[in-house]
């Protein structure tokens, strides 16, 4: 179930190349650090020890030039290093490039659901449907090609959780009422812990998985075979319909209703009641459903009703995916 060494196991994401370097440049600098310090501790402690006789040649020292520039820089020059270092590395391990592929994860007590809105697939990686899927011999958990850039966008159900895949060197907490991103590109085909890392319940530690990285034929034939299945993700579109959406917003462009039109509304700058302007994205988009109140479009009354408790996690997610396709080329599909 484990395999762990008592070392980093490889690192097989080809965005977070560079983040096991850096580690180990810290952890060296420290190692280097601790024994300059206690060493020289130690030695004064020893040299001017109680009866020691300790030769003063003039006034003693009270300041030293030399040395406390040099304590200045050193360490500014090693935090300069690790800070663009750093940031470099995180910004590449934290924005998934644009032809990324997108896979919804939703947390819940206690395991976890892959939807991959490009091909209409849900896959729910509970310990049940894992044991059937290594009965049929297929790639269990969140199945994934090989050298594809993979955008992993995670919310929950009901609690904090944290998806954490250790050997993309990946964690991000999985949050209710939030959309956060992750992102990896896997380098090598094989089978890796997915684990949950936030203490989440009874079961927290039962809610892992597998990430199965295949070739990309063996992902298209995967693909295919979970078509014939009937787990698909919640249709944004029925839930706009039966919601009512449509009795208020307009998904047509420059159609004015009770409320904005939705049409090319994902990815705007949008301008507020209060002077203030928003950029609408996912979150943004995910809030204005279920605390309509907080943020009212310039021009419009601040009457509609919060769908909080009437949309479940799947419908508000599908919602927002139908409302961010309305008016962008990829279609309503994304
Ligand atoms: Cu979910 Cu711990």
Same mark, same amino acid.
């Given at each position: 179930?484990?395999?762990? /060494?008592?070392?980093?196991?490889?690192?097989?994401? @080809?965005?977070?190349?560079?983040?096991?370097?850096?580690?180990?440049?810290?952890?060296?600098?420290?190692?280097?650090?601790?024994?300059?310090?206690?060493?020289?501790?130690?030695?004064?402690?020893?040299?001017?020890?109680?009866?020691?006789?300790?030769? %003063?040649?003039?006034?003693?020292?009270?300041?030293?030039?030399?040395?406390?520039?040099?304590?200045?820089?050193?360490?500014?020059?090693?935090?300069?290093?690790?800070?663009?270092?750093?940031?470099?590395?995180?910004? @590449? &391990?934290?924005?998934?490039p644009? /032809?990324? &592929?997108?896979?919804?994860?939703?947390?819940?007590?206690?395991?976890?659901?892959? /939807?991959?809105?490009s091909?209409?697939?849900?896959?729910?990686?509970?310990?049940?449907?894992?044991q059937?899927?290594?009965?049929?011999? /297929?790639?269990?958990?969140?199945?994934?090609?090989?050298?594809?850039?993979?955008?992993?966008?995670?919310?929950?159900?009901?609690?904090?959780?944290?998806?954490?895949?250790?050997?993309?060197?990946? %964690? %991000?907490?999985?949050?209710?009422?939030?959309?956060?991103?992750?992102?990896?590109? @896997?380098?090598?085909?094989?089978?890796?812990d997915?684990?949950?890392?936030?203490?989440?319940?009874?079961?927290?530690?039962g809610?892992?998985?597998?990430?199965?990285?295949v070739?990309?034929?063996?992902?298209a034939?995967?693909?295919?075979?979970?078509?014939?299945?009937?787990?698909?993700?919640?249709?944004? @579109?029925?839930?706009?319909?039966?919601?009512?959406?449509?009795?208020?917003?307009a998904?047509?462009p420059?159609?004015?209703g009770?409320?904005?039109?939705l049409?090319?509304?994902?990815?705007?700058?949008?301008?507020?009641?209060?002077?203030?302007?928003?950029?609408?994205?996912?979150?943004?988009?995910?809030?204005?459903?279920? %605390?309509?109140?907080?943020?009212?479009?310039?021009?419009?009354?601040?009457?509609?009703?919060?769908?909080?408790?009437?949309?479940?996690?799947?419908?508000?997610?599908?919602?927002?995916?139908?409302?961010?396709?309305?008016?962008?080329?990829?279609?309503?599909?994304?």
């Amino acid at each position: 179930m484990f395999e762990a /060494d008592f070392w980093f196991p490889p690192s097989v994401n @080809a965005l977070a190349a560079g983040t096991d370097d850096l580690f180990i440049f810290i952890l060296w600098v420290t190692v280097i650090s601790m024994a300059v310090v206690m060493g020289t501790m130690m030695w004064f402690a020893y040299r001017y020890r109680a009866g020691q006789p300790i030769l %003063k040649e003039g006034v003693p020292p009270t300041h030293h030039l030399g040395l406390e520039v040099a304590w200045t820089l050193i360490p500014t020059a090693i935090l300069g290093v690790i800070f663009v270092w750093g940031t470099r590395d995180y910004t @590449a &391990m934290s924005i998934p490039p644009t /032809d990324a &592929m997108e896979v919804r994860v939703t947390g819940q007590k206690w395991f976890w659901t892959f /939807d991959y809105p490009s091909h209409n697939i849900r896959i729910q990686a509970t310990p049940e449907a894992t044991q059937r899927a290594r009965i049929a011999g /297929d790639p269990v958990g969140l199945v994934v090609p090989i050298n594809t850039p993979i955008k992993l966008v995670g919310s929950s159900v009901d609690v904090i959780h944290s998806i954490f895949i250790p050997a993309f060197r990946v %964690k %991000k907490d999985v949050l209710p009422q939030r959309y956060t991103v992750a992102t990896f590109e @896997a380098t090598e085909e094989g089978e890796y812990d997915l684990f949950c890392a936030e203490y989440c319940g009874t079961k927290h530690s039962g809610m892992i998985t597998k990430v199965s990285v295949v070739s990309e034929d063996a992902f298209a034939e995967f693909m295919a075979k979970e078509e014939t299945k009937s787990a698909r993700p919640v249709d944004g @579109a029925q839930v706009f319909s039966g919601s009512g959406c449509a009795g208020c917003h307009a998904i047509t462009p420059d159609t004015a209703g009770v409320g904005p039109s939705l049409h090319g509304l994902y990815g705007r700058s949008e301008p507020l009641a209060d002077g203030t302007t928003v950029l609408a994205d996912e979150n943004y988009l995910r809030e204005s459903i279920m %605390k309509p109140m907080s943020q009212i479009v310039q021009g419009y009354g601040a009457i509609m009703p919060s769908y909080s408790g009437r949309l479940d996690e799947d419908e508000l997610n599908a919602l927002v995916l139908y409302i961010r396709g309305l008016g962008t080329d990829d279609g309503s599909a994304l």
